[in-house]
């Protein structure tokens, strides 16, 4: 079946670059997702990616995608205190798919 | 309101006793998920929703959950007899057909004593 994992927690100090790391097991996943979690608020998308793509930028984000070794990674440049969240990384075969998510990586930024 | 509202947003409820959670999607979104949340775990897909076709119950832990969307949009996930370990946030979300973005409400806690 369908697995996705991350690491538990990253610790980065203010203006770093934060560099948080998923690895999945399904071969047949077809778009790539990366959601944020604030305290006490829902999920919310920040970007995806297409599983024949390598590489998508969005301002300070920066996706990139091993599709031989079903890694994802996500890249948060000049990372700032309203960036301290948990980031979910999450996988679908299909659009309009269900999404199977990590167990999500708490990122806590340091001033 | 625009976005997925959940209810109740806190349920404290006694073992053994049945609860039901409600979940409002966004107007017209065809897909409606639910996922539950434990304490420092990652989420468990619970089970799919997508316009007419068979819901995926696939997630769903055993027979005392279940979940029924009418008329293609409110859905409610029901718990009977519930235990402790059913204690979690669960979560509601919606999307359109499209690559998935969904759209997640804020979660309904339940707490079972």
């Known amino acids: 079946g369908e697995d996705v994992e991350q690491s538990l927690f990253l610790s980065v100090r203010e203006g770093d670059s934060s560099v948080i790391n998923c690895t999945y097991t399904d071969s047949s996943s077809t778009y790539l997702y990366w959601y944020k979690q604030e305290p006490g608020a829902g999920l919310q998308l920040l970007t995806y990616?297409?599983?024949?793509?390598d590489m998508k930028q969005d301002q300070r984000l920066t996706v990139l995608l091993n599709k031989k070794d079903k890694h994802l990674s996500l890249r948060i440049a000049d990372t700032q205190t309203g960036d301290s969240a948990i980031y979910f990384c999450?996988?679908?075969?299909?659009?309009?798919?269900?999404?199977?998510f990590g167990g999500g990586t708490r990122v806590l930024v340091k001033p | 309101g625009a976005g997925v509202s959940q209810s109740p947003s806190n349920k404290v409820t006694e073992k053994g006793k049945d609860v039901e959670l409600r979940c409002d999607p966004i107007s017209g979104h065809t897909a409606l998920y639910w996922y539950r949340q434990s304490l420092g775990q990652g989420l468990e897909f619970l089970i799919y929703f997508q316009g007419n076709s068979a819901p995926d119950k696939s997630g769903l832990p055993s027979d005392r959950f279940s979940a029924e969307r009418t008329g293609g949009s409110v859905s409610t996930l029901t718990i009977q007899r519930t235990q402790q370990e059913d204690s979690a946030v669960y979560l509601c979300?919606?999307?359109?057909?499209?690559?998935?973005?969904?759209?997640f409400g804020e979660g309904s806690r339940l707490t079972v004593l």
């Open positions: 979300a919606s999307s359109t057909s499209g690559p998935g973005e969904l759209f």
């Open positions: 999450a996988e679908s075969r299909a659009a309009g798919n269900k999404l199977t």
């Open positions: 990616i297409f599983s024949n793509m």
